[in-house]
């Protein structure tokens, strides 16, 4: 698959200053933004065509009557914990014993409920960014994010084609995996790892340089079994254990890969397994082809060159950030009903709008929920505007 360049994240006011554009932008042209007022209820007519929303506010209900349309933009309904139960069937369906599904940063869903009240479809594939996937250690603050390095599960085995599809894509097999850690293995030619990387969510931001992370890996060796954690930090941190969503991972280094796979937490038949994969990978890299996983041979780099690193998170199944299913739309962002017709009056973007994926969130640029968000709602704006 092939990925590109993108740049839109969710930091520095960016999300503020543009919203603010709109309601200026809304205000001048003599629109009018109601505050504090939550739309609970669409108005339609006999023929089912929506004609107007009921919001609460403070001081009681308010209507607001359409001439053109409603446009649904609520966002998704990630804490809203029985739509979760009801229609997350991917993450549900993908959790372990020891995961639990969880979220509170998402929207409730009460727009996505207005809409299909109104006779709109829901998306069949109601996925969610984040929440079914696992790669070690699934956060882009981890020393080599979701580079395709070579991946070690909790026994010992190397599991997938580290480097097939996207991030998303990559980081399904992981969390098919027995329970416990799944690791980052890296030699000291990381620089060469890196650079072959395709764009992409998580990825490293090699614009950024090397300094910081060879910082870490001269840490980690200097660290030995407490790897590149701090004092207290390393006196709390059990070998290879799991660190909070954004913390980034401890890095551990050693000259061999038994003693790695120590540090690591590997004991018995896993440490062995646990060498016997670096051995077995080593071998598929000088080779020029992964028999095992059809890896891209342009990302099959050894690791051979002393010290080794690598780095673990255990995995966590269900935890999600947003939903990225809703309601269906048409090319103009009209809701669809039943019949896969529009629905006279009712429209819908952003994370309120559904089939814009398949299985799960997968991308092959970072930044596109924001950017799908924003296009959508300009376009289904305009075309609202001048119909
Ligand atoms: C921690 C985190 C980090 C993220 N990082 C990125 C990133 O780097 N790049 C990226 O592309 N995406 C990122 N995302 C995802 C991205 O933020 C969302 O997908 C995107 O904001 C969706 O935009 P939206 O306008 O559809 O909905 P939202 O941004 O959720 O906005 C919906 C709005 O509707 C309001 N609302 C909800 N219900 C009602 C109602 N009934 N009546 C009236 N108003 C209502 C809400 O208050 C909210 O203001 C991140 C998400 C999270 C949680």
Redesign the pocket.
Known sequence: MKSWV?T????DGM?EAA?KRCVDAAEKSGGQVLFE????QLVTDADGAVIGAI?ERPQGYVKVNTSKGVI?????F?SNEEMREDLLYEIKQTMGANDAMA?M???????I??GYWAGGRLDPCMGT?DGAYWYPCDSPTDPLGATAALWINADGYRYSNEGFGSTEIMALPGARQPDGMIVTVFDSNVEELLEVQAFG?MGFDTTLGYDALHETMDKAYAGGPNGSADGEEAAETEAGANKAMGAGAVVYAADDYETLGGYLGYEGEALENFVASIERYNELCEQGSDEDFGKDPSLMIPVNKPPYYAYGGTKAVGVL??T?G?LLIDQNGAVLGEDYRPIKGLYA?????GGRFGWQYF?SI?????????T??KLTGEYVATS
């Open positions: 993108g839109a994240t969710a930091g999300l919203l007022t939550k739309g609970v919001g649904i933009a609520t966002g998704g990630g979220n940063m998402d929207r409730d869903g009460s727009g409920q207005m960014m969510h950030m947003v990225v809703g973007a952003g994370n309120a709008s991308t970072a930044g596109q929920s924001l950017t799908i968000a924003h959508l709602g």
